[in-house]
């Protein structure tokens, strides 16, 4: 077998993606190339890419990788120099980052993006933009993006990055103007071997976090340093044999609902107060003497437009955390198929073996896929806006009938 490279440089980040490293680092080598008007192999190098892969294996990571790449006064993505830092900081000013703050990315947003994209670079080699979950760009959103990608401008380069198991939701017409670039689950051995590395944590509890963590560096990374999130996934396994009466199915729907929204408030508080406190600062609206009286005025308004994004983000973000709950959920399920079966297959929660051993003597092949379907609907009519309570009391009700 041959042993995977070593990544060296912005590469490092990109946790067990040796090939799509290999990828965006030829393209990067071609870029400088362009830049100093030398000769370059047709598709070396092109102006769109689109990054898919499954939830946590770093799609936004390898677009800031490539983008700090591309910036590189060397151009092989150093890591050192002030093109990298810069860009990796999210501070270059030629590196323009699109997050949803809510549900979608609107027009008017992207439209205000595309037309500083055509903008010449002030002090990088590149114009690049990276939109993260290009999923969620609403159809007009979608025609202005397209308008700038069928005709790019010469030094300006967009990323786009979307989930691989919903591969449909970013256009294609859009899809068919860029290159794919498609990373893989990362192998739980990288996953511990950055925890260990990056983190500073400890050996045993990376190796630990990063088998029960299905491929998510992310995730991983909370297990192994949040003993609040360990409690929170250890809360959502229990209900599979917890559902032993009726009232226990409204029980566990809470239980689910308030560990999404616990976790999603954690997330927010300090961020969404930092927001409103740099917000006002900037439009004086913690000044004191004369003449602030409107100064003030147009701060609470801009506070509380503010506030209006944060609410949003903050329903995108308990969504984005139920789900993973829901993962975790759907993953026990199928161990306790696995183990039913006999088969070989590695498992998702090894360390809850006995509790998947248990449900796979208690239930018949037939009932448990009926509960893993449960959970997999509850996951699609969430993300078609049904209330999330509404959405899990009805899943729980299917996985304690059976």
């Given amino acids: 077998m041959t042993e995977a490279p070593v990544l060296i440089g912005v590469w490092k980040q990109l946790v067990g993606q040796e090939p799509a490293a290999r990828t965006l680092s030829s393209a ?3 870029a400088t190339r362009i830049i100093e008007n030398q000769p370059v192999a047709p598709g070396a190098m092109t102006h769109a890419w689109l990054v898919t892969g499954p939830p946590g294996s770093g799609r936004s990571t390898a677009a800031r990788v490539f983008a700090a790449a591309l910036q590189c006064s060397t151009g092989t993505g150093c890591g050192e120099c002030p093109g990298c830092r810069t860009v990796l900081a999210g501070t270059h000013a030629d590196v323009k980052l699109v997050v949803p703050e809510g549900l979608s990315i609107s027009v008017a947003e992207m439209r205000s993006l595309v037309q ?5 670079p002030t002090n990088g080699k590149w ?11 609403t159809e007009g959103a979608s025609n ?5 990608v069928e005709e790019p401008p010469d030094r300006t380069v967009f990323l786009l990055c979307a989930p691989s198991d919903h591969p449909d939701d970013v256009s294609v017409t859009i899809r068919s103007r860029c290159r794919l670039v498609t990373l ?14 990056r983190d500073g944590v400890d050996p045993e509890r990376a190796r630990w976090a990063a088998s029960v963590s299905s491929g998510h560096v992310g995730r991983a990374r909370r297990l192994a340093t949040d003993e609040a999130a360990r409690q929170r996934r250890t809360t959502v396994l229990r209900i599979p044999l917890g559902l032993r009466r009726p009232s226990d ?34 439009m004086g609206g913690d000044g004191i003497g004369k003449g602030v009286a409107g100064a003030k005025r147009a701060a609470e308004a801009a506070v509380k437009q503010l506030e209006k994004r944060q609410k949003s983000r903050a329903t995108r973000t308990q969504r984005d955390t139920l789900d993973l709950a829901l993962v975790d959920l759907a993953a026990f399920y199928r161990d306790v198929l696995v183990t039913a079966s006999g088969a070989k297959a590695t498992l998702n929660h090894p360390d809850h073996a006995a509790e998947i051993a248990q449900a796979a003597s208690a239930w018949a092949p037939d009932s448990i896929l009926r509960r893993l379907e449960a959970v997999l609907e509850c996951r699609d009519a969430i993300d078609l806006n049904v209330k999330p309570r509404i959405a899990v009391e009805a899943m729980v009700t299917t996985l304690r009938q059976g």
Avoid: N, W, Y
């Fill in 28 to 30: 990067s080598a071609a």
């Fill in 116 to 120: 500083a994209a055509a903008r010449r």
């Fill in 127 to 137: 114009q690049v933009v990276i939109i993260e979950d290009a999923d969620r760009l």
């Fill in 144 to 148: 202005a993006l397209l308008k700038a």
């Fill in 184 to 197: 893989r689950t990362p192998p739980p051995e990288a996953i511990a071997q950055v925890l260990v590395e």
């Fill in 249 to 282: 199915v409204f029980t566990c729907a809470d239980q689910l609902i308030s560990a999404a929204e616990a976790d999603a408030g954690e997330e927010s508080k300090v961020r969404d107060e930092a927001e409103r406190s740099e917000l006002r600062t900037a």
